[in-house]
T-cell receptor, first 113, second 115 residues
Framework: KQEVTQIPAALSVPEGENLVLNCSFTDSAIYNLQWFRQDPGKGLTSLLLIQSSQREQTSGRLNASLDKSSGRSTLYIAASQPGDSATYLCAVRPQGGSEKLVFGKGTKLTVNP | NAGVTQTPKFQVLKTGQSMTLQCAQDMNHEYMSWYRQDPGMGLRLIHYSVGAGITDQGEVPNGYNVSRSTTEDFPLRLLSAAPSQTSVYFC??????????????FGAGTRLSVL
């Protein structure tokens, strides 16, 4: 059974700092990995999707990497801002099934002004 | 485009009551799904559908029914609400392209309390 773990569960940093969020998964047989952002009381917004054949994806100040063989992904946020404060969720789409996702429990990020 | 729309946003039920959570998408997505989010548990898949007339169970299907009569709508029915079903429910949808580029779009959620 695929399991996704995110470390740390919570992170507090000063504004302007570069930071890394970690995600690990137990089964490397995946189609893709997605990073989502969730604001309090809101739904999920997809930030980046990395296909299994890719190593990384970038969008603005965000860069996500994927090492499928070791079951790891990182989300790098450059020059963090208070507006980046949210919970970040990692999810993998296992191979051999439908489009269903397996989620980690998230990392709650607080960026202090 | 409205994207994925969930109604209601909030609901309080008494144990044993039934209700339907509504989900609609206007993106002509084939795939739709329901998740529940509980503190310390992350999001867990309840039911999903790969097209009109086709549904299947996810990780935690007990106590919930679904149907998919149209591409746009995927309602989730609670047959007899229990306090254990107190949660935040999210509906999601996506295309089914080849190559694994199926970005999933989520609704804003329904916050359900069962007393």
């Amino acid at each position: 059974k695929q399991e996704v773990t995110q470390i740390p569960a919570a992170l507090s940093v000063p504004e302007g700092e570069n930071l890394v969020l970690n995600c690990s998964f137990t089964d490397s047989a995946i189609y893709n990995l997605q990073w989502f952002r969730q604001d309090p009381g809101k739904g999920l917004t997809s930030l980046l999707l990395i296909q299994s054949s890719q190593r990384e994806q970038t969008s603005g100040r965000l860069n996500a990497s994927l090492d499928k063989s070791s079951g790891r992904s990182t989300l790098y946020i450059a020059a963090s801002q208070p507006g980046d404060s949210a919970t970040y969720l990692c999810a993998v789409r296992p191979q051999g099934g439908s489009e269903k996702l397996v989620f980690g429990k998230g990392t709650k990020l607080t960026v202090n002004p | 485009n409205a994207g994925v729309t969930q109604t209601p946003k909030f609901q309080v039920l008494k144990t044993g009551q039934s209700m339907t959570l509504q989900c609609a998408q206007d993106m002509n997505h084939e795939y739709m799904s329901w998740y529940r989010q509980d503190p310390g548990m992350g999001l867990r898949l309840i039911h999903y559908s790969v097209g009109a007339g086709i549904t299947d169970q996810g990780e935690v299907p007990n106590g919930y029914n679904v149907s998919r009569s149209t591409t746009e709508d995927f309602p989730l029915r609670l047959l007899s609400a229990a306090p254990s079903q107190t949660s935040v429910y999210f509906c999601a949808s996506s295309y089914r392209p080849s190559g694994g580029r199926n970005i999933q779009y989520f609704g804003a959620g329904t916050r359900l309390s069962v007393l």
